[in-house]
């Protein structure tokens, strides 16, 4: 039977909302302290779930479960941990969180992946850290020049 991690998912919120609160939200700058708590958060949870954690250029970090057949195309899950100032914890992070909680369900039921599964934590995303947006997304695209 397949259950949803729910208490990760729980837990991953509140440890992101305590690293990076700032009244009236949460804070979490592109690049900055808040941003790089959070990947740090995320990180060693990937490392708890046994995955395999990389990062590109821009910084993005890239947690996968191989899969059964890892030639095969990923799925790909995920979102951006950065904030405006002032944001809402679930902003981008809930992409990420959703993500590793979907991949610790399926190893808690036993279940394999016929094909890589990435859970992607996208750097820089909100465009009013910088005079650009999408920094993140872009680079993993490769469309960042």
Same mark, same amino acid.
């Given at each position: 039977m397949l259950n949803a991690d729910i208490a990760l998912a729980g837990r991953l919120l509140d440890a992101l909302q305590e690293a990076s609160v700032d009244e009236p939200g949460i804070t979490r700058d592109a690049y900055g302290k808040g941003e790089e708590a959070a990947h740090t958060i995320v990180l060693k949870e990937a490392e708890r779930?046994?995955?395999?954690?990389? @990062?590109?250029?821009?910084?993005n970090l890239f947690m996968t479960w191989p899969g059964?057949? @890892?030639? @095969? !195309? %990923?799925?790909?899950?995920?979102?951006?941990? $950065?904030?405006?100032?002032?944001? +809402?914890?679930? $902003? +981008?992070?809930?992409?990420?969180?959703?993500?590793?909680?979907?991949?610790? !369900?399926?190893? /808690? /039921?036993g279940l394999k992946p016929p094909r %890589?599964?990435?859970?992607? !934590?996208? @750097?820089?995303?909100?465009?009013?850290?910088? %005079?650009?947006?999408?920094? +993140?997304?872009?680079a993993a695209f490769g469309q960042l020049e």
């Open positions: 779930l046994g995955l395999i954690t990389t @990062r590109d250029a821009a910084g059964e057949h @890892r030639e @095969r !195309a %990923p799925w790909i899950v995920g979102s951006h941990l $950065d904030s405006v100032p002032h944001g +809402g914890n679930f $902003d +981008g992070a809930a992409g990420v969180v959703a993500g590793l909680a979907a991949v610790s !369900a399926l190893k /808690a /039921a %890589p599964i990435i859970v992607l !934590a996208i @750097r820089a995303e909100e465009s009013t850290w910088f %005079p650009t947006s999408y920094i +993140g997304s872009r």
